[in-house]
């Protein structure tokens, strides 16, 4: 790298995946003792390592100060090794290095959340992954080492929880209304999955016996007005237990699991082995406190870090650049166990919006990076939608191709190979193939490139042969970085159905995976390929990437007529929905006109309202500004996509406006059986009343202030308060101030109140301004920055106006409180290259700027990356 070009990371911060070596020690096992006071903590460590390969003994460590160390029961002196801001070196060490240490650390100013911190005036979390670890004390800190632990840790008594991971194998009295306890985990880990808690909080209970008969006791902490929001979690916990048994044969391993709840929180949640450490966020549920959206959002997570169990822990990454080896296929784990949760068409609906929204515009843009990237400097940096989420999407396109059979005996052969080891994406790849018969290791190359394939498709009719061709080609945006794009595997599942009477027809070509079948699947994986289908009577209408059966950007010239018959016709819940968003984004990008579409929704909802309400619910989806402004490479306009946007939701709520209002009155989410149903119901009344509102219908308003009043659920309180407060009706004041009034103690539901304001798409620089002023607002809590800021990045036209200062402002405070956070947000800009003329110049300058002031390798990495277009 150009050290002139790039002023502020310096060339020898770039780590390459190339560049991969052994660890020269491996450590047997590690004692740690960690003693905690108000003003510090004492962290004293002893290390039984081994050597494994030449080299010098080297521990990471970051923010410590040394005290002593000793090797092999002898003191060392500063000339006996070298120490600087990132490591401790000792060269010549013998092969067996008994190394303790004594370090003080200040986790009660650590605002940075990683490592040991202080959340809140009653609780000491860590956060060690991928590496905090050596912010606790010195250690090699990287996956491939792995040992066994035992903690002890202390306390004074205002802080009765103490715990670690493993096993409670004493605890007792430290004097001076001190109390320690000591903990052993029997299993090896790397150091990313240590935990301890130190906190004065209460404890929901339960147990779950595994089919191996072990019975595990399970505990959710949080503080004492929290534990009753934790029953959804417990029941989501035991349910994943089962899931994992059936669907891939993992029994738990340990006596105990343990869950604890931290406001205080970078992200959503943390694996660690038998001490999951989560975001409130992500584990209180409730419906009078969270919405239904996080009700599911909290048992998704739930499942996700109890899968880590097996793919994270049980069988880790040798180094960070496997990280979506872990993510991507817990995210496919956690994605299938969603689906079984509810309409399974909607979960895969919702996992491919995210996908759409966030990983389709990071792949095209200045971010972009392989789900397996291999550089970087900042690791933190590549915990992205494109190693989880396009992670998952390869796995999930193995498993397509596989079908449930073959995919079982590959994860079998993956767990029985390499438990307890520390394994690179290939070694996954191999044993799927091994344990499948299959040979799928054409698959890499979609972890190796970055950038979504674009997929071309036509179709062609021959009358007189009685025969329907298909021509696939695929391609790749050129990446400076990347010169040999490579085709990938591409498995297409697909469906022909007949244009008369809408009935899908058995599939008759030798190209399939299963021939004479209706659900096909073609495994494109050339540069381009024609295939034919035999014995088709007349012209079929053909449904493409059904259930996305990969993550490519498809192309395929149907007409308005065909797209709105797949709206009606389409049997797989998924494509119904792909459609109507196909045919929307023609309407909004390419001026077509909405009569086909609106026609399609009449015909399609009052039946699908009964049988699916929350698939109709979707079916409402328009995509987003923000969306359709990802699709705009240059010359983007935000006010141009809000205008046309306005436009098309005025004429749907003119034109079924009628059918808004009765379905509104008709509907009670109380009069349905499943969660699930209820959920649909409260959202399309939800959307009801906004389209109710938006034609102008006086009598909106009032329903609206008295759904918001009469109920005790949040989706339907925050639904009718978003209503109120966006159209500016005459009770969002009074509905702002009850919310506020009644929520001001619970700060999951006060996010809200801060998140529906900002998102108000009439927003101000005033009105962040207010926000931010709030005493509320609380810069030191990742959760209510995200509230404002997610809100205010609801709608484009603000963040490229005043959102652009505010972004800059956070990251430039953070970029030294919590860069972790402050690299983050600021991706909120990463696309300012697409805008037009003056205000992409104008975003340039103030990100050019921005640059001179940075220090973090967090945000420095992720400006370079951005400006470098
Ligand atoms: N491994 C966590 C997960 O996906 C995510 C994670 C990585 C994380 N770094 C973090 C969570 C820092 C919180 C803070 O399950
Ligand atoms: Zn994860």
């Known amino acids: 790298m150009n050290i002139a070009a790039n002023p502020v990371v310096e060339a020898d911060q770039t780590v390459y995946l190339k560049d991969y070596q052994k660890p020269s020690f491996l450590v047997d096992s590690i004692n740690l003792d960690i003693q905690v006071f108000d003003e510090q903590t004492y962290v004293n460590a002893k290390l039984v390592m081994q050597r494994q390969t030449a080299g010098d003994l080297v521990l990471l460590g970051r923010d410590l100060e040394l005290k002593s160390i000793l090797l092999n ?22 092969d067996q290095a008994v190394i303790e240490t004594q370090v003080v650390i200040h986790p009660e100013s650590n605002t940075q959340l990683e490592g040991l911190y202080q959340a809140g005036s009653d609780l000491f979390v860590t956060q060690n992954e991928p590496e905090g670890f050596r912010k606790i004390t010195f250690y090699p800190d990287r996956p491939d080492v792995l040992s066994v632990f035992t903690t002890r840790v202390e306390a004074d008594k205002k802080f009765p929880v103490l715990l670690a991971n493993g096993n409670l194998i ?202 397996r990237p291999d550089h970087f400097v900042e690791i933190n940096n590549f915990y992205t939608a494109t190693v989880y989420e396009k992670g998952a999407e390869i796995n999930r396109m193995m498993s397509t191709l596989l079908g449930k059979e073959k995919f079982r005996k590959g994860t079998d052969e993956y767990f029985s190979r390499h438990d307890g080891q520390a394994v690179t994406v290939e070694d996954w790849v191999a044993a799927l193939t ?193 969306y359709l402004g990802s699709r705009i490479d240059a010359g983007y306009s935000p006010a141009a996509i809000q205008e046309k946007r306005n436009a098309l939701l005025e004429t749907l709520a003119r034109e079924l406006g009628a059918f808004c209002k009765e379905t509104f009155l008709a509907l009670d989410p109380d009069l349905q059986k499943e969660f699930s149903q209820a959920m649909g119901v409260r959202a399309l009344k939800n959307i009801m009343l906004g389209m109710m509102a938006r034609q102008g219908d006086a009598q909106a308003f009032e329903l609206a202030y008295e759904q918001y009043q009469a109920t005790g659920n949040m989706s339907e309180r925050l639904g009718a308060l978003r209503v109120l407060v966006w159209n500016d009706a005459p009770q969002a004041q009074a509905a702002l101030e009850d919310f506020y009034a009644r929520f001001k103690e619970e700060a999951l539901s006060l996010d809200q109140w801060f998140m529906v304001q900002a998102a108000h798409p009439k927003a101000s620089a005033a009105t962040i301004q207010y926000l931010t002023a709030h005493p509320d607002y609380d810069l030191t809590t990742p959760n209510r920055i995200r509230a404002v800021s997610g809100g205010l990045n609801a709608n484009p036209v603000n963040t490229w106006s005043f959102g652009v200062q505010h972004f800059i402002g956070l990251a430039k405070y953070l970029d030294e409180k919590n860069p972790i956070v402050g690299s983050r947000l600021l991706q909120a800009l990463s696309r300012w290259y697409t805008l037009a003329e003056p205000q992409r110049g104008q975003v340039k300058a103030e990100l050019e700027a921005l640059k001179l002031q940075v220090k973090s390798k967090n945000v420095s990495e992720t400006l370079n990356s951005m400006l470098n277009v």
């Open 73 to 94: 029961g002898k003191a060392l002196s500063e000339s006996d090794y070298t120490l600087d801001a990132e490591q401790l070196v000792i060269a010549h060490a013998p």
């Open 434 to 626: 091994a344990g499948s018969g299959v040979d799928l290791s054409a698959f890499l190359t979609w972890y190796n490139q970055p950038g979504t394939p674009k997929l071309e498709a036509k179709g062609q009719y021959d009358a007189a042969a009685q025969t329907y061709r298909l021509s696939l080609k695929q391609s790749l945006k050129a990446h400076p970085k990347y010169p040999d794009l490579k085709a990938v595997p591409i498995p297409v599942a697909l469906a022909l159905f007949n244009a008369e009477s809408g009935e899908q027809l058995i599939l008759n070509s030798s190209a399939l995976v299963e021939n004479a079948v209706q659900d096909g699947v073609y495994l494109f994986d050339a540069e381009s390929a024609d295939i034919e289908f035999s014995g088709v009577a007349a012209k079929p209408v053909v449904s493409l990437l059904r259930n996305f059966s990969a993550p490519v950007d498809l192309e395929f010239n149907y007409s308005d007529e065909e797209l709105a018959f797949l709206m009606q016709h389409e049997t797989n819940g998924f494509n119904q929905w792909q459609a109507a968003q196909t045919l929307l984004e023609r309407i909004l990008l390419n001026d077509h006109a909405a009569g086909i579409y609106i026609q399609a929704m009449k015909n399609t909802l009052p039946e699908l309202i009964q049988k699916d309400p929350l698939l109709a619910s979707r079916l409402f989806d328009v995509p987003s500004e923000g």
């Open 170 to 371: 004493e605890a007792g009295e430290a004097g001076a209304g001190r109390h320690y306890t000591i903990w052993q985990d029997p299993t090896k880990k790397p150091s990313y999955l240590f935990a301890c808690v130190i906190g004065d909080l209460a404890v929901l209970k339960d147990r779950y016996v595994t089919s191996e008969g072990r019975d595990v006791a399970l505990e959710i902490y949080a503080v004492e007005k929290d534990i009753p929001k934790c029953r959804i979690a417990m029941e989501a916990l035991k349910h994943s237990m089962q899931w994992d048994e059936e669907h891939y044969g993992r029994p738990y391993d340990l006596d105990n699991y343990m869950i604890v709840a931290t406001s205080q929180f970078n992200m959503g949640a943390m694996e660690n082995k038998g001490l999951n450490i989560f975001n409130t966020s992500c584990v209180l549920a409730d419906e009078e406190f969270t919405t239904d959206a996080a009700i599911m959002r909290v048992q998704s997570v739930i499942a996700h870090e109890y899968f880590h169990n097996w793919t994270g822990n049980r069988i880790t990454c040798r180094d960070w650049f496997q990280l979506c080896l872990k993510e991507g296929l817990t995210v496919f784990r956690d994605q299938s166990f969603s689906e079984d949760l509810q309409s399974a068409a909607v979960q895969r609906i919702d996992d491919v919006a995210v996908l759409k929204a966030h990983q389709f515009p990071e792949d095209s843009g200045p971010l972009s990076h392989p789900p």
